[in-house]
């Protein structure tokens, strides 16, 4: 099996034509040239404002075709363009050489950046298909059919991963389309839905082969299309995840139960097999050696799930450091295995707020008590750190209540000094798309901006500063308002740290001003332990002594 599947991926890296190249837009396209305040829109998320993360689901793709011998590669152009300033775009496109694109519209924020790769793409190759897929994508797909014709297909829902292999066959082969599931298309001036599977059986299709991302840099030898975000060679992490779907209904998610049944085909969530998860992991720790998130609530999966993901992370004697998220507070049980079973472990929460009738309001029913009990279990059972995340911009939310977030902040941080991590931030730029809040938001308090794909590319394309690209308020706080406690609050939330030197004055910098990305990312806990993370340990090296992005 192993070298059967070695087999295979040597034979997608020897073989000449890209089936499909897989391209990352910016958020704003020419954010280059534009004189924009981005705020602290993506302070807690690894990327800059640029947002240049590509979704894992590039990965996903790839794991799943590669093995195949299909030729799958990333093009991380939002990160190009963000490290190479006088890098040509339209130049660049050119270059590329496939019998696809696809470009992704997963987070809204892309609009701007897809819909304008998408348009140049179709100039400079108009006999390549373009395709859009992930959730924004699959929101919008009527207006994107009716309204962008140099887009020609959208492809629906979360779990496309097998329906890729059917639709490169067809284009290749020049096959008839209606039998690729969840493709949309145009066929004679109509605009065509093929049917939807639902995506709860294709599970077990995720994975994510880490090793890929290697080999695809050492094959082009080209390392920056690959890399996920511009500080990941200083703030190294990878990501698997362990469901796809939701049991809750937060007011402000898109990813929730109520936004998947509505608008995504998904009835239930999806687990993935732990041994998936474990092979993810696994494919991190041999080729990267770097800290792992492990995305989706591991105790709410339930104590076989968690039984069995346990036995198998000390089976397979996996040590590297892991990030885990929950949803609601947890028993001590649960921290008494993390402590037993893993190497180093943190943990991360989002109450959203200190105030238990905000929580509630956001679908987050449970009290500062149990909020309380869990960072002592997490503290006593030796988790390396507690990130606890706080929004501004909730429902039922006044200006005290965010205050009262700072308070409450620095009630613990006396407490437990830099253990835990109190981050509050705007919701931003938007509230997605198929949330409670934007579907149903006057029974949330929400006015919202903007409705259709095109309202909110003209909010990102006429924004002098991220409080006007906003697509909401709500009726206790103002967009102004948003902002200004966005940044005082943000201010005195890092301030709260001992360690204080990294707050900078924000300015119209692409950098994080509040806090350096590495204290999301845990960083520093970096291993070397096989060839393959020597080669990117030497890497951070060298890019350290060059002081790329400093
Ligand atoms: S924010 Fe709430 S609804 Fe969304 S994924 Fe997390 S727990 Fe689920």
Redesign the pocket.
């Known amino acids: 099996m192993f070298f059967q599947t070695n087999a295979y991926i040597l034979f997608c890296i020897i073989s000449r034509v890209n089936d499909l190249i897989l391209i990352h837009a910016p958020t704003i396209y020419d954010f280059r040239e534009r004189e924009i305040n981005y705020g602290p829109v993506s302070d807690l998320v690894p990327s800059t404002p640029v947002f240049e993360m590509y979704p894992i689901g590039f990965l996903s793709i790839m794991s799943n075709l590669c093995p195949d011998g299909y030729k799958i590669k990333i093009e991380n152009i939002a990160l190009e363009m963000l490290i190479n300033k006088k890098m040509n775009v339209e130049k660049k496109l050119s270059s590329l050489e496939s019998e696809i694109f696809g470009i992704d519209l997963h987070w809204l924020p892309h609009v701007h950046g897809a819909i304008n790769i998408a348009k140049m793409l179709k100039k400079i190759r108009p006999d390549v298909p373009v395709i859009l897929g992930g959730l924004s994508a699959t929101y919008f797909h009527n207006e994107i059919m009716k309204e962008l014709p140099f887009i020609d297909y959208v492809m629906l829902g979360d779990t496309t991963e097998p329906f890729f292999k059917d639709f490169i066959d067809a284009i290749e082969e020049k096959r008839d389309l209606s039998n690729v599931p969840n493709l949309v298309y145009r066929e004679n001036g109509k605009i065509k839905i093929n049917k939807v599977i639902n995506p709860e059986k294709y599970i077990d299709k995720v994975k994510l082969n880490y090793k890929l991302l290697i080999k695809n840099c050492i094959k082009n030898l080209e390392i920056i299309p690959s890399i996920p975000y511009s500080t990941w060679m200083k703030s190294s992490t990878a990501m698997t995840f362990i469901q796809k779907g939701?049991?809750?209904?937060?007011v402000?998610?898109?990813?929730?139960?109520y936004?998947y049944k509505n608008f995504y085909y998904r009835n239930f969530v999806s687990y993935r097999p732990v041994k998936n998860v474990i092979e993810d992991i696994k494919s991190v720790e041999e080729s990267l050696g770097i800290p792992i998130y492990v995305s989706?609530?591991i105790y709410q999966a339930g104590p076989k799930y968690r039984e069995e993901f346990f036995k198998l992370i000390k089976e397979n004697n996996i040590d590297s450091p892991m990030l885990f998220?929950i949803?609601?507070p947890t028993q001590e049980e649960f921290y008494k295995d993390m402590e037993k079973s893993t190497g180093m472990y943190a943990m991360e929460i989002?109450p959203e707020s200190s105030n238990e009738f905000v929580r509630a309001w956001c679908?987050?029913y449970y009290t500062n008590f149990a909020l309380e009990k869990n960072m002592e279990y997490a503290k006593k059972h030796n988790a390396g750190k507690m990130d606890i995340f706080f929004s501004i911009g909730l429902t039922h939310q006044k200006k005290e209540n965010v205050f009262e977030d700072v308070q409450f902040a620095k009630k613990y941080h006396d407490m437990y000094n830099d253990w835990v991590h109190f981050f509050t931030s705007p919701i931003s730029p938007f509230i997605d798309p198929g949330s409670l809040a934007f579907e149903l938001n006057e029974k949330f308090g929400y006015r919202i901006f903007a409705r259709t794909l095109m309202d909110h590319y003209n909010l990102l394309d006429k924004a002098k500063s991220w409080i006007d690209a906003l697509n909401y308020e709500t009726i206790w706080l103002s967009k102004n308002d948003i902002g200004n406690l966005s940044i005082e609050a943000g201010k005195n939330m890092a301030l709260l740290r001992s360690n204080n030197s990294n707050i900078k004055e924000r300015k119209n910098s692409l950098l994080p001003a509040i806090f350096e990305k590495s204290e999301l990312m845990w960083s520093d806990k970096t291993n070397i332990k096989t060839p393959m993370s020597f080669f990117v340990n030497t890497y951070r090296g060298i890019y350290f002594r060059l002081k790329i992005r400093s």
């Open positions: 939701c049991h809750h209904n937060c402000l998610c898109g990813g929730s139960k936004a989706g609530d998220e949803f609601n989002s679908g987050r």
